[in-house]
C-alpha cells in the first residue's frame, strides 16, 4: 500500500484505492440500532446471526441527532483489508505481530502543537456539556443497555509503578458525565490497575481515544502471558509502523491519550463506585458480545466521571458490532501471534501457521497447521496444542491439520477432521479448566463437572494424518496453470 498510515483519517484515505474495501452512504442512520442494523447486512460477519457476510467497511454521513458528525464501522472487519492496513498478507499477519512484540518501539509523548484530537474542546464544566450528545456512540440491538463505546482505546498507569497500559473495553454511556466500564475478571491488566486505585482510596485518572490508527486497535488486543504487566501494548503498534506512537497529555486529568485520535474522552475511575449496567433500559442486558449472544447486564460494574472531551475538527466516530467479523480480526491475529511465538520457542519449525477462526470469535477457537517431518515429530503436534491453551488461557478449542490443509478455509478444515480424524482417539477433553465467561455454556448449569462460571472443557481435535501412515492420504494432484490465460480478469 502506497500511503502512509498514522492515524483513521489515512487509513480511510488508502481503503478508497482498493476497490470494494470501502462504501458510504449520506442518507441519515439512527446510531439507534438502525446502524448496526444496516452493517449486519453489508459487512459484519464473524457470529453476527445470519443473515449476514464479510463485506466493505462503511462510513455513515448523516447521523440522526448528530447534525455534522460521521460514523465509521467494519475497519477490520475482512482479514485481507486488515493485512492491507498493516502492510502485510493475510497469511502472515499472525508472524508480523509476534516479529512485533519483539520489536517494539515505544510511545513517545508529544507537545500541544501536534495533539490533533484537541483541535475541539468540551469541558464538563460547560454548560449544556452531554457526552451522550457530543459522542455518537450506536446502540447494536434495541435490547442494548445504552449508547456503547466499543472501539475506545482505554489508556491508565499503575499509581505505584508508573507502568501505563491500553486496552479496549466495554463502555456504556450512562449519563452527561458518566461512563460504565466493564472489567473481564482477572483478564485484563488496566483492571489490576484500577483495584490497586481503589484499595488506596484514590481514583484512577484514564483516557478514552476513539478513532485511531488500525495498528494500535490490533495491538491493545494483546493478552499475557504474551505481553505480561508492565508491557505498553502501544509499543507493538510501534514496531508494525517501524514509528513511536505520539501521546499527548491530557488536559484536565494526569494521563496522556493517543494525539492523532479523533475523539478523547478524558476522566476518572471512581474507587467504591459503581452502576447498574442496565440502569437507563431495564433489559437485563448488555450488548451483543463475540460469542454471539447479548451478554447480561452486570448489577454493578465501575464507573468513570467525565472530565473532559475533546476532538479533532470535523471527527469521525469508529465503532464496531460486537459479534463480528472486525472483532475476529482485533482479538484472533494476536491469538495466532502469541500460540506462534510460544510453539516456535518449543518445537521450532514444526508449527506452519495458525488461523483463530471465526467461530470462535477470535478467541475460543485456533486451527493449528503443523508438519511432521520426522518419526518422532508424532505426538508433537498435540504438545503443541497444549502450548497454545497455556499462550492463550481464554481458548476454548484446537483443531490440528497438516500443512497440506488451507487452515483459512473452514470447508478444507472440516474435509480433514471428517477424513483423517476418529472421534473415539483424536479428540482429547481436558475438563474443569478456566476460560471465559461470556461463553453461556461454560457454566455448572450446562455440566457437573464445571464448578463455576467461566471454567470450561477444552478440547483438542487431532485432525493429523499419523506419520507412518502418510503415504495413504496423498491429496488428488492436478496440473499447475495459470487461469489468467483463459480469463484474464479473473482472480483466484
Same mark, same amino acid.
Given at each position: 500500500?502506497?500511503?502512509?498510515?498514522?492515524?483513521?483519517?489515512?487509513?480511510?484515505?488508502?481503503?478508497?484505492?482498493?476497490?470494494?474495501?470501502?462504501?458510504?452512504? !449520506?442518507?441519515?442512520?439512527?446510531?439507534?440500532?438502525?446502524?448496526? %442494523?444496516?452493517?449486519?447486512?453489508? =459487512?459484519? %460477519?464473524?457470529?453476527?446471526?445470519? @443473515?449476514?457476510?464479510?463485506?466493505?467497511?462503511?462510513?455513515? !454521513?448523516?447521523?440522526?441527532?448528530?447534525?455534522?458528525?460521521?460514523?465509521?464501522?467494519?475497519?477490520?472487519?475482512?482479514?485481507?483489508?486488515?493485512?492491507?492496513?498493516?502492510?502485510?498478507?493475510?497469511?502472515?499477519? =499472525?508472524?508480523?505481530?509476534?516479529? &512485533?512484540?519483539? !520489536?517494539?518501539?515505544?510511545?513517545?509523548?508529544? %507537545?500541544?502543537?501536534?495533539?490533533?484530537?484537541?483541535?475541539?474542546?468540551?469541558?464538563?464544566?460547560?454548560?449544556?456539556?452531554?457526552?451522550?450528545?457530543?459522542?455518537?456512540?450506536?446502540? !447494536?440491538? @434495541?435490547?442494548?443497555?445504552?449508547?456503547?463505546?466499543?472501539? %475506545?482505546?482505554?489508556?491508565?498507569?499503575?499509581?505505584?509503578?508508573?507502568?501505563?497500559?491500553?486496552?479496549?473495553?466495554?463502555?456504556?454511556?450512562?449519563?452527561?458525565?458518566?461512563?460504565?466500564?466493564?472489567?473481564?475478571?482477572?483478564?485484563?491488566?488496566?483492571?489490576?490497575?484500577?483495584? $490497586?486505585? *481503589?484499595?488506596?482510596?484514590?481514583?484512577?485518572?484514564?483516557?478514552?481515544?476513539? =478513532?485511531?490508527?488500525?495498528?494500535?486497535?490490533?495491538?491493545?488486543?494483546?493478552?499475557?502471558?504474551?505481553?505480561?504487566? /508492565?508491557?505498553?501494548?502501544? &509499543?507493538?503498534?510501534?514496531?508494525?509502523?517501524?514509528?513511536?506512537?505520539?501521546?499527548?497529555?491530557?488536559?484536565?486529568?494526569?494521563?496522556?491519550?493517543?494525539?492523532?485520535?479523533?475523539?478523547?474522552?478524558? /476522566?476518572?475511575?471512581?474507587?467504591?463506585?459503581?452502576?447498574?449496567?442496565?440502569?437507563?433500559?431495564?433489559?437485563? $442486558?448488555?450488548?451483543?458480545?463475540?460469542?454471539?449472544?447479548?451478554?447480561?447486564?452486570?448489577?454493578?460494574?465501575?464507573?468513570?466521571?467525565? $472530565?473532559?472531551?475533546?476532538?479533532?475538527?470535523? @471527527?469521525?466516530?469508529?465503532?464496531?458490532?460486537?459479534?463480528?467479523?472486525?472483532?475476529?480480526?482485533?482479538?484472533?491475529?494476536?491469538?495466532?501471534?502469541?500460540?506462534?511465538?510460544?510453539?516456535?520457542?518449543?518445537?521450532?519449525?514444526?508449527?506452519?501457521?495458525?488461523?483463530?477462526?471465526?467461530?470462535?470469535?477470535?478467541?475460543?477457537?485456533?486451527?493449528?497447521?503443523?508438519?511432521?517431518?520426522?518419526?518422532?515429530?508424532?505426538?508433537?503436534?498435540?504438545?503443541?496444542?497444549?502450548?497454545?491453551? &497455556?499462550?492463550?488461557?481464554?481458548?476454548?478449542?484446537?483443531?490440528?491439520?497438516? *500443512?497440506?490443509?488451507?487452515?483459512?478455509?473452514?470447508?478444507?478444515?472440516?474435509?480433514?477432521?471428517?477424513?483423517?480424524?476418529?472421534?473415539?482417539?483424536?479428540?482429547?477433553?481436558?475438563? =474443569?479448566?478456566?476460560?471465559?465467561?461470556?461463553?453461556?455454556?461454560?457454566?455448572? &448449569?450446562?455440566?457437573?463437572?464445571?464448578?463455576?462460571?467461566?471454567?470450561?472443557?477444552?478440547?483438542?481435535?487431532?485432525?493429523?494424518?499419523?506419520?507412518?501412515?502418510?503415504?495413504?492420504?496423498?491429496?488428488? $494432484?492436478?496440473?499447475?496453470?495459470?487461469?489468467?490465460?483463459?480469463?484474464?480478469?479473473?482472480?483466484?
Amino acid at each position: 500500500m502506497a500511503k502512509e498510515i498514522i492515524d483513521l483519517r489515512t487509513a480511510l484515505d488508502a481503503l478508497e484505492e482498493i476497490p470494494g474495501q470501502l462504501v458510504s452512504t !449520506n442518507v441519515e442512520v439512527d446510531p439507534s440500532a438502525e446502524l448496526a %442494523g444496516v452493517y449486519r447486512h453489508v =459487512g459484519a %460477519g464473524g457470529t453476527v446471526a445470519r @443473515p449476514t457476510k464479510n463485506g466493505p467497511a462503511m462510513i455513515f !454521513n448523516n447521523i440522526k441527532g448528530h447534525p455534522g458528525a460521521k460514523v465509521v464501522i467494519g475497519m477490520l472487519a475482512d482479514r485481507k483489508r486488515v493485512a492491507a492496513l498493516l502492510n502485510t498478507q493475510p497469511e502472515k499477519l =499472525g508472524f508480523l505481530l509476534r516479529d &512485533s512484540v519483539k !520489536n517494539a518501539i515505544d510511545p513517545v509523548i508529544v %507537545g500541544a502543537d501536534k495533539a490533533k484530537c484537541q483541535e475541539v474542546v468540551y469541558r464538563a464544566e460547560d454548560e449544556g456539556f452531554d457526552i451522550r450528545k457530543l459522542v455518537p456512540a450506536p446502540t !447494536n440491538t @434495541p435490547e442494548d443497555a445504552g449508547p456503547y463505546i466499543t472501539l %475506545g482505546m482505554c489508556y491508565a498507569h499503575d499509581v505505584e509503578t508508573g507502568e501505563s497500559d491500553v486496552t479496549i473495553h466495554r463502555l456504556c454511556l450512562q449519563g452527561k458525565d458518566e461512563i460504565s466500564m466493564f472489567f473481564t475478571p482477572g483478564a485484563r491488566h488496566l483492571g489490576a490497575m484500577r483495584e $490497586k486505585a *481503589e484499595a488506596l482510596g484514590k481514583p484512577l485518572p484514564i483516557s478514552i481515544s476513539i =478513532g485511531v490508527d488500525p495498528a494500535i486497535e490490533i495491538a491493545a488486543c494483546f493478552e499475557p502471558p504474551t505481553t505480561p504487566f /508492565g508491557f505498553n501494548e502501544l &509499543s507493538i503498534a510501534g514496531a508494525i509502523r517501524g514509528k513511536a506512537v505520539e501521546l499527548a497529555p491530557c488536559l484536565t486529568v494526569n494521563e496522556n491519550c493517543i494525539a492523532n485520535a479523533e475523539y478523547v474522552i478524558e /476522566g476518572e475511575l471512581l474507587p467504591r463506585k459503581r452502576v447498574r449496567e442496565d440502569q437507563n433500559t431495564d433489559t437485563g $442486558k448488555a450488548m451483543p458480545e463475540f460469542p454471539g449472544y447479548t451478554g447480561p447486564a452486570v448489577p454493578e460494574v465501575p464507573v468513570i466521571k467525565v $472530565k473532559c472531551v475533546t476532538t479533532r475538527k470535523n @471527527p469521525i466516530m469508529q465503532t464496531c458490532i460486537g459479534p463480528s467479523e472486525e472483532h475476529v480480526n482485533m482479538a484472533g491475529i494476536p491469538t495466532e501471534a502469541s500460540i506462534i511465538d510460544m510453539v516456535e520457542r518449543a518445537m521450532p519449525g514444526r508449527l506452519q501457521n495458525v488461523f483463530a477462526a471465526s467461530p470462535g470469535g477470535g478467541k475460543f477457537l485456533a486451527v493449528m497447521q503443523f508438519k511432521k517431518g520426522v518419526p518422532s515429530d508424532e505426538g508433537r503436534q498435540r504438545q503443541a496444542a497444549l502450548l497454545a491453551f &497455556s499462550a492463550f488461557p481464554e481458548l476454548k478449542q484446537v483443531i490440528l491439520v497438516d *500443512e497440506d490443509v488451507d487452515i483459512f478455509d473452514m470447508k478444507d478444515v472440516m474435509w480433514a477432521m471428517i477424513t483423517r480424524m476418529q472421534a473415539d482417539v483424536d479428540i482429547i477433553n481436558i475438563p =474443569g479448566v478456566r476460560c471465559h465467561p461470556l461463553d453461556p455454556s461454560n457454566d455448572p &448449569s450446562c455440566s457437573w463437572s464445571i464448578r463455576d462460571h467461566g471454567i470450561a472443557c477444552k478440547t483438542i481435535f487431532d485432525a493429523t494424518v499419523p506419520y507412518n501412515e502418510k503415504h495413504r492420504f496423498h491429496r488428488a $494432484k492436478f496440473m499447475e496453470v495459470d487461469p489468467k490465460h483463459w480469463l484474464p480478469d479473473f482472480e483466484v
